[in-house]
């Protein structure tokens, strides 16, 4: 699923009525006294990808959460980190590759008769949907920022050959081109289309 805005994300969140299942946590046990916590670990599979084109969290992967919810005044404060596997293309060589991604979530959910919710634009806070709270919007928002634009396959990836496009992972380190100055590139043509064995007399006429 690619990363949307956060405006669209809201909007899911509170147009959707889900149950305490996958990214949606209850908050009903949690209670509305402020300073109460819950921790709350939990593993979600992916229905779909999450990500950008070249780097995402794959459709069917297993997504870690590993969080904390408190009750504060105007809603539900989650904490915690959020950790998935990633696939992707290496921006340089091409080349697919795997790897992990770490998101540390500071997140408030505002309860839908607080100030803050009655106060707020639709993408300035997150909502609750009556006690459930609806971690998707989040994580989708969060990956897209999280994720490069141009992943690589390692730091130091020296991408494709300019000359010929193997990659200089594999092509070694004497690999290279003979490139001609392109102020010879005439001449050398012209030398290797002249006739003759290159003598000062080998194009003169023979009846001379």
Excluded: N
């Amino acid at each position: 699923m690619p990363a949307g805005s956060g405006s669209a994300s809201r909007h899911r969140a509170a147009s959707h009525r889900k149950v305490d299942a996958g990214f949606v946590l209850d908050t009903r046990s949690l209670g509305r006294r402020p300073g109460t916590m819950r921790e709350q670990q939990r593993t979600v599979t992916t229905a779909e990808r999450i990500g950008l084109d070249l780097i995402y969290i794959p459709e069917g992967a297993e997504v870690e959460l590993d969080l904390q919810l408190q009750a504060v005044s105007e809603g539900v404060l989650v904490t915690g980190m959020v950790t998935a596997p990633t696939a992707g293309e290496c921006s340089r060589c091409l080349e697919p590759f795997t790897g992990e991604v770490r998101l540390h979530l500071t997140e408030l959910f505002a309860y839908p008769d607080s100030t803050t919710e009655q106060t707020t634009e639709d993408d300035e806070v997150y909502r609750m949907d009556d006690d459930l709270i609806d971690l998707e919007p989040v994580i989708v928002d969060a990956i897209g920022l999280e994720l490069p634009l141009q992943p690589l396959c390692t730091p130091d990836c020296a991408g494709l050959c300019p000359e010929c496009g193997v990659r200089m992972a594999i092509a070694g380190s004497d690999h290279g081109h003979e490139i001609l100055d392109p102020r010879w590139a005439g001449l050398a043509k012209f030398a290797t289309e002249s006739p003759g064995d290159g003598s000062p007399d080998a194009d003169a006429d023979p009846d001379r």
